[in-house]
């Protein structure tokens, strides 16, 4: 069983950056952003679901799932988007969980931006969490997805709360968007996870 280290972090922290950098050190990844865009693919269940609940409009002309506009529905109302999650979540889970078990690594960073308020938890041995000041968070949502203020901050509003993310936190890498600043602490953590996923898997082997 595969060592996995939780790799979250609040909205346009850094957490693809990071990943990245454990990518290039030999750390498979499995990302659930990327889960999330493949569960709800043309043809999948998951969109079947999506269209039963919030009504042909949510997709392209191609019968793709019209992102933005999904996203702007969800953000404008609370209970539209837990609609979304509980589709959503569940498939998210039993995809990432048969993805990690496919990981050849010694240990695997499982990306997963709402890791605090979700089972998915269950999946990891142990979270990294990406940090990042909100004000830097808000600018490069906006310049990254060319959205308003508005919706910027409401995208921010719906994840956990920053204190949320840091309670769970086995390990916090402070994101200042500098990659330079970020070599080294990697560095150091992708060295504790191999040691830490040695002993995991001596352990295991060792139980009855």
């Known amino acids: 069983m595969t060592f996995a280290v939780g790799l979250t972090g609040g909205i346009a922290s850094g957490k693809s950056l990071v990943a990245s950098l454990f990518s290039a050190r030999g750390a498979d990844v499995v990302d659930a952003d990327q889960v999330a865009r493949d569960v709800v693919a043309i043809g999948t269940p998951g969109l079947a679901r999506l269209v039963e609940h919030f009504g042909p409009q949510i997709l392209d002309k191609d019968g793709s799932l019209a992102r933005?506009?999904?996203?702007?529905?969800?953000?404008?109302?609370?209970?539209q988007?837990?609609?979304l999650e509980a589709i959503l979540h569940p498939l998210i889970h039993a995809e990432l969980a048969r993805r990690k078990n496919l990981t050849t690594s010694a240990y695997a960073i499982?990306?997963?931006p709402l890791l605090?308020?979700?089972?998915?938890?269950?999946?990891?041995?142990?979270?990294l969490v990406v940090d990042a000041p909100e004000l830097v968070q808000l600018e490069?949502?906006?310049?990254?997805?060319?959205?308003?203020?508005?919706?910027?901050?409401?995208?921010?509003?719906?994840?956990?709360s920053r204190e949320q993310r840091l309670a769970i936190a086995d390990d916090v890498l402070v994101n200042t968007g500098l990659i330079e600043d970020l070599a080294a602490p990697v560095a150091e953590l992708h060295a504790r996870y191999l040691a830490l996923a040695?002993?995991?898997a001596s352990g295991r082997q060792a139980a009855p």
């Open 68 to 79: 933005r506009r999904m996203r702007e529905t969800v953000f404008a109302d609370a209970s």
């Open 81 to 83: 988007r837990q609609a």
């Open 110 to 112: 499982l990306m997963i």
């Open 116 to 127: 605090a308020r979700t089972p998915m938890r269950k999946l990891v041995d142990r979270i």
């Open 140 to 160: 490069r949502l906006k310049a990254r997805d060319g959205i308003t203020s508005d919706l910027a901050n409401a995208m921010l509003a719906a994840q956990e």
């Open 198 to 200: 040695q002993t995991t």
